[in-house]
């Protein structure tokens, strides 16, 4: 018999990627990004991992969807946070990020298993390569035609835990962005009606043009 402290092999299935639009009407608009976040280091996608373990609460975890709810929850986010639904490329004339933002567009959403416990994984305290299974991975197909910025996965475990694995460009949000538009995603799963941080797009200010410009500290 495994022993409680023995690590099990994760294996996680999948199910097929759903794409998860905004809840309401959002602007048709294409976004510029700022001098920084059109640096081709900058553009990169983070991986994250968010671990929450069983809650002894809850008299049976299988009877509580949470991945519903937190796609429930990420429809209501995107209205306040649209870009990340939209399309990130560079454009042909002068190589600049832009992030196309229409109608119909929305988030790839994996919801996803484990059959062995978190607790049997250390809570992912000491995970190898195989905790990248519970991360969405994707390769953007045309980067030309524009590709997600942001996708998220929800692995339940047979204990009753989840995991929230997120891949987000870092050019359309850093780790303080993406961890303020995670807690807006949770505030609104926990039953708020809006998040307490309302986002503001503003990134052309931050746009170096040339040698003649002109910078107001604040």
């Known amino acids: 018999m495994e022993s409680e402290d023995s690590v099990s092999p994760l294996v996680v299935e999948k199910s097929e990627v759903v794409l998860v639009k905004p809840s309401k009407p959002t602007p048709d608009v294409s976004l510029s990004l700022s001098t920084l976040d059109n640096d081709p280091m900058v553009e990169s996608i983070v991986q994250t991992i968010c671990v929450f373990a069983p809650e002894p609460y809850l008299e049976d975890q299988a009877n509580h969807d949470l991945a519903y709810l937190l796609q429930h929850a990420l429809s209501h986010a995107l209205v306040y946070y649209y870009p990340f639904a939209g399309k990130l490329h560079r454009k042909s004339d002068d190589n600049r990020l832009q992030l196309n933002c229409k109608p119909g567009d929305g988030v790839p959403f994996i919801r996803a298993t484990a059959a062995c416990t978190l ?58 962005g993406a961890a303020q538009f995670f807690r807006a995603m949770i505030e609104l799963a926990s039953g708020k009606t809006q998040p307490s941080v309302i986002p503001v797009w503003e990134r052309e200010r931050l746009t170096f043009n040339g040698m003649h410009s002109t910078y107001t500290l604040l």
């Open 119 to 176: 607790s049997s994984l250390n809570y992912l305290d000491s995970a190898g390569d195989e905790a990248y299974q519970l991360v969405p991975c994707y390769e953007p197909v045309n980067v030309c035609e524009g590709y997600d910025p942001l996708a998220l996965q929800v692995t339940k475990f047979a204990c009753g835990g989840i995991t929230i694995g997120m891949a987000h460009s870092h050019s359309v949000a850093d780790g303080v």
